[in-house]
């Protein structure tokens, strides 16, 4: 029997999420954004939340799996508010 090993897209596939319309669990400031010299959320959001759109970052918070990594690395301030989402919403993770 063999294990089949699953990349970073078919894991992230495998999780489930629920999420809290209108009441986004962290809140990112375009402005500030804007004048952020390094926008590291591009690289180190595993799950791709931050997005170069139009040459402006844009943050979907559906699909955060709540690591917490936005916030601490965030050089620019532009995270302005991180929370994890209310009780019954958010990300439930699953093994394949
Ligand atoms: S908490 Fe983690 S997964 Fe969610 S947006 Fe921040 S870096 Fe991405
Ligand atoms: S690192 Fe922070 S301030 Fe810079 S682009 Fe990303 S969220 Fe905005």
Same mark, same amino acid.
């Given at each position: 029997?063999?294990i089949?090993?699953?990349?970073?897209?078919?894991?992230l596939? &495998?999780?489930? @999420?629920?999420?809290?319309?209108?009441h986004?669990?962290? &809140?990112?400031?375009?402005?500030?954004c804007?004048?952020?010299? &390094?926008q /590291?959320?591009?690289? /180190?959001?595993?799950?791709?939340?931050?997005?170069?759109?139009?040459?402006? /970052?844009? @943050?979907?918070?559906?699909?955060?799996?709540?690591?917490?990594?936005?916030? /601490?690395?965030? +050089?620019?301030?532009?995270? +302005?508010?991180?929370?994890?989402?209310?009780? +019954? @919403?958010?990300?439930? @993770?699953?093994?394949?």
């Amino acid at each position: 029997m063999s294990i089949k090993k699953l990349g970073p897209e078919e894991l992230l596939a &495998l999780d489930k @999420f629920s999420v809290d319309e209108g009441h986004p669990h962290i &809140l990112v400031d375009k402005a500030l954004c804007a004048t952020c010299a &390094l926008q /590291v959320c591009l690289v /180190v959001c595993p799950a791709r939340c931050y997005r170069l759109k139009d040459d402006q /970052v844009n @943050f979907e918070y559906a699909g955060c799996l709540e690591c917490g990594t936005c916030r /601490v690395m965030c +050089t620019g301030k532009g995270v +302005t508010s991180w929370n994890y989402p209310r009780a +019954t @919403f958010g990300v439930s @993770f699953r093994c394949s």
